[in-house]
């Protein structure tokens, strides 16, 4: 599995990016560590089995404003 944001691949980074898969669903994500303004846009998960076979699935991410830390 790979996550892509503007036709480039996010490197599973920690503590950054991270990558996550919650077993035995199959479910899938993306955690991203600290959000800004350019994280906005669409993210692409690719998924391939053992077989080859690919399959997709994007969400669009919206960075409203940021947060004053407390």
Same mark, same amino acid.
Do not use: H, Q
């Given at each position: 599995? /790979?996550?892509? #944001?503007?036709?480039?691949?996010? =490197? *599973?980074? =920690? =503590?950054?990016?991270?990558?996550? +898969?919650? #077993?035995? !669903? ?8 600290? /959000?800004?303004? +350019? !994280?906005?846009?669409?993210?692409? &998960? ?10 997709? &699935?994007? &969400? +669009? /991410?919206? /960075?409203?404003?940021?947060? *004053?830390?407390?």
């Amino acid at each position: 599995m /790979v996550w892509v #944001k503007e036709n480039k691949i996010i =490197p *599973n980074s =920690p =503590p950054d990016f991270i990558y996550f +898969e919650k #077993k035995p !669903d199959g479910i899938y994500g993306l955690r991203i560590a600290d /959000v800004f303004l +350019e !994280d906005a846009g669409l993210y692409i &998960c690719e998924a391939y089995s053992a077989e080859g076979s690919e399959i997709t &699935c994007w &969400c +669009e /991410v919206d /960075v409203i404003g940021m947060m *004053n830390p407390l």
